[in-house]
């Protein structure tokens, strides 16, 4: 896991975390259309979901995909409302099936093999539905706050780069950011995206509470701007202890 997701994991309360191949939400919207967002939840068979999984599905309404394969007889299976669904990697029937189940306009995508090594990859529904899947747009959640009422608070994406240092850094334009700001708009939570150099996953020592990261938020009061929220106006230099008391504010309103 991300060190800093990690670490605001550990210091919160109430949060959900995409933590693939247990439970890991994901959204998607028709390409043009953010707006017609939906979400569900992916979890590998045998995993142990995470403590707020029930939680995430009933507040957005969202269907549970089970999901395993076998790489040595080339079969996928998912489990989805109840059903048993199998077929091949590249299996455009199990394609369409999964996609009606989601209520997934389908299209054909490529065909591409499957990963080398499936064990290693920690979400693979997330990488067999980006090839199966065309004309939609697709994001996982890094990070979602909830009160002591289970009330989603705010969401949060972070970026994980020593390329550009903090307080440089600014999002990037090709990111899924107006999928993210249709969510921040529908549920009323605020967007945060969370800019760190810390390259290790683990807390190994390299990084403490004073560590600084860039901070930029959109608010749903008003409509979502990329270039007012990706300027640098709209950046806060903070420390992650600065950050985690940012957090916690929200969840007093």
Same mark, same amino acid.
């Given at each position: 896991?991300?060190?800093?997701? /990690? ?10 975390? %995409?933590? @693939?191949? %247990?439970?890991?939400? $994901? ?6 259309? @953010? ?13 142990? @979901?995470?403590? &707020? ?8 309404? /969202? @269907? ?10 080339? &079969? ?9 669904? +199998? ?8 394609? #369409? ?23 290693? *990859?920690?979400?693979?529904? #997330? $990488? ?15 990070? &979602? ?8 608070? /705010? &969401? !949060? ?5 020593? +390329?550009?240092?903090? =307080? ?20 009323? !939570?605020?967007?945060?995206? *969370?800019? #760190? ?7 190994? =020592? ?6 600084? *990261? ?12 990329? $270039? ?10 903070? %420390? ?14």
């Amino acid at each position: 896991m991300d060190a800093v997701i /990690a670490y605001l994991t550990l210091r919160l309360k109430h949060t959900f975390t %995409s933590n @693939p191949p %247990s439970s890991a939400l $994901i959204l998607w919207w028709p390409s043009n259309s @953010p707006n017609q967002q939906k979400a569900f939840v992916t979890r590998q068979i045998g995993e142990v @979901p995470q403590a &707020l999984e029930s939680q995430i599905l009933k507040t957005l309404g /969202a @269907p549970l995909v089970l999901y395993s394969y076998d790489s040595d007889l080339d &079969l996928l299976q998912f489990k989805l409302k109840g059903k048993t669904l +199998k077929g091949s990697w590249n299996d455009h029937t199990l394609e #369409h099936e999964v996609a009606m189940e989601l209520g997934i306009p389908y299209q054909t995508g490529g065909t591409k093999k499957p990963p080398n090594n499936p064990q290693q *990859v920690r979400d693979l529904f #997330h $990488i067999w539905s980006r090839k199966a899947f065309a004309g939609i747009r697709k994001t996982d959640i890094d990070l &979602l706050l909830l009160n002591d009422k289970e009330k989603m608070r /705010a &969401l !949060v994406e972070v970026k994980r780069s020593a +390329k550009v240092p903090v =307080g440089v850094w600014t999002p990037y334009p090709s990111d899924p950011y107006d999928g993210l700001a249709s969510f921040a708009q529908t549920w009323g !939570v605020t967007l945060i995206t *969370v800019h #760190h150099e810390i390259v290790s996953d683990e807390n190994d =020592g390299k990084f403490s509470a004073d560590t600084l *990261v860039d901070v930029f938020s959109y608010h749903p009061g008003s409509s979502f701007d990329f $270039i007012q929220f990706a300027s640098k106006g709209n950046r806060q230099l903070t %420390s992650l202890d600065e950050l985690v008391a940012k957090l916690e504010s929200m969840l007093e309103q």
